[in-house]
């Protein structure tokens, strides 16, 4: 049987192991987008309208993809350095 710290160290590894795959795909996702912004979005578009609610604006503005690639790209290595911290 676990001890209670062992519990505790696989629910905080847990949480660091779904950081690190969210940093991961910000990271992936806005490299993406920054190299091959109209494939990208075009890649996304769909009929179903909540889900291409989140691409329309960047439809016909891959400048807009791309500035967005940048944040993600430096919010995920942000956050992939916090994770590193702890």
């Known amino acids: ?3 209670a ?3 505790d160290g696989g629910v ?5 192991r ?17 190299l091959q912004p109209v494939r990208h979005v075009a890649l ?6 909540a889900v ?3 691409v329309r ?3 016909d503005r891959p400048g807009w993809r791309r500035g967005y690639g940048a944040a993600q790209l430096a919010a ?6 916090a994770l590193r911290r702890r």
Do not use: C, N
């Open 57 to 59: 604006p960047f439809a």
């Open 76 to 81: 995920g290595l942000a956050l992939a350095a």
């Open 12 to 16: 905080a590894l847990g949480w660091k």
């Open 44 to 49: 996304w578009r769909t009929p179903v309208a």
């Open 5 to 7: 710290g062992e519990v």
């Open 18 to 34: 779904a950081g690190e795959m969210a940093a991961v795909f910000m990271i992936g996702d806005g490299v993406l987008g920054l």
């Open 52 to 54: 291409d609610a989140l």
């Open 1 to 3: 049987m676990a001890q």
